[in-house]
C-alpha cells in the first residue's frame, strides 16, 4: 500500500518551454503533498507544500511564478517548471502522507529528471 | 527550523559485516519523529525505519535497528549482516508532531564491499 506515481520519470525540453510533472497517490488521500529538488550527490531540498484546495506554501528563495504547483484532488498534484532553463535541470522528486495518520512516514514517488537543453 | 545532522558522508562495510550510521538532530520539542530513508541508485526513496520520540524502545525491522537516544538527540542506524544490496544513500529525516515538514539530513552513502 502507500504506493506514489510520478510521471513522467524522464524528460527533456527546450530552454522556454514548460513541462507538467504529475504527482499521484494511488491507493490513499493526501490532503498535503511535497515537492523536492534533489541536485546530485546532495540531500532533499524542500520546494513548496502543495496544499489541497488551496494554495502552495513555497520555500524562501524558491521562485512561485517559476515553479506552478496545482494540488486540484486529494490524490493528484502538479508541478509544472515554466519557461525552463538549463539551470532548471535537477531530479524532482514528490512525496506525501497518508491522511489521517498523524505518524505516518512520506511516501515518494520515483522521481523526475528534467534536462533542459 | 530544526536542523539534522549526519556527519559521515561515506561509509563502507564489509558484506555480513554491521555498520551504524549517525545522526543527530536539533530541537525544542518532546513529541516528533525519526525516520531513516534508503535512496539506492535508482533514486527512489525507500523508508527503512522510523522511530516515535515517546517510544523509549528502539525500533527493529529485520536485520536495521536503531539506536535512539533522546537526551542526546542522536538516532544512529546499525545494518546488520550486510547485504549488496544495502549500498545506497541514506537520509535520517525529522517530524515534529505537529507538524508537516520533514527535515532531510545531508546523508551517508553506503558501500558494501564484497
Known amino acids: 500500500g502507500a504506493v506514489v506515481s510520478q510521471h513522467p520519470s524522464w524528460v527533456i525540453c527546450k530552454s522556454g518551454t514548460s513541462v507538467k510533472i504529475e504527482c499521484r497517490s494511488l491507493?490513499?488521500?493526501?490532503?498535503?503533498m511535497f515537492w523536492y529538488r534533489q541536485f546530485p550527490k546532495q540531500s532533499l531540498m524542500l520546494m513548496a507544500t502543495?496544499?489541497?484546495?488551496?494554495?502552495?506554501?513555497?520555500e524562501q528563495g524558491v521562485e512561485k511564478d517559476k515553479f506552478l504547483i496545482n494540488h486540484a484532488s486529494l490524490t493528484l498534484s502538479t508541478l509544472t517548471v515554466t519557461s525552463a532553463h538549463p539551470e532548471d535541470s535537477s531530479f524532482y522528486i514528490c512525496?506525501?502522507?497518508?491522511?489521517?495518520?498523524?505518524?505516518?512516514?512520506?511516501?515518494f514517488g520515483n522521481g523526475t529528471r528534467l534536462t533542459v537543453t | 527550523a530544526q536542523t539534522v545532522t549526519q556527519s559521515q558522508p561515506e561509509m563502507s562495510v564489509q558484506e555480513a559485516e554491521t555498520v551504524t550510521l549517525s545522526c543527530t538532530y536539533d530541537t525544542s520539542e518532546s513529541d516528533y519523529y525519526l525516520f531513516w530513508y534508503k535512496q539506492p541508485p535508482s533514486r527512489q526513496m525507500i523508508l527503512v525505519i522510523r522511530?516515535?520520540?515517546?517510544?523509549?524502545q528502539n525500533a527493529t525491522e529485520n536485520r536495521f535497528s536503531v539506536n535512539f537516544q533522546k537526551a542526546a538527540k542522536s538516532f544512529s542506524l546499525k545494518i546488520s549482516d550486510s547485504q549488496l544490496g544495502d549500498a545506497a544513500m541514506y537520509f535520517c529525516a525529522y517530524r515534529s508532531e505537529s507538524g508537516n515538514q520533514f527535515y532531510f539530513g545531508t546523508g551517508t552513502s553506503l558501500t558494501v564491499i564484497p
Open positions: 512525496s506525501a502522507r497518508q491522511d489521517p495518520l498523524y505518524n505516518s512516514p512520506l511516501h
Open positions: 522511530q516515535e520520540a515517546y517510544k523509549q
Open positions: 491507493d490513499f488521500q493526501a490532503t498535503t
Open positions: 502543495s496544499n489541497e484546495g488551496s494554495k502552495a506554501t513555497y
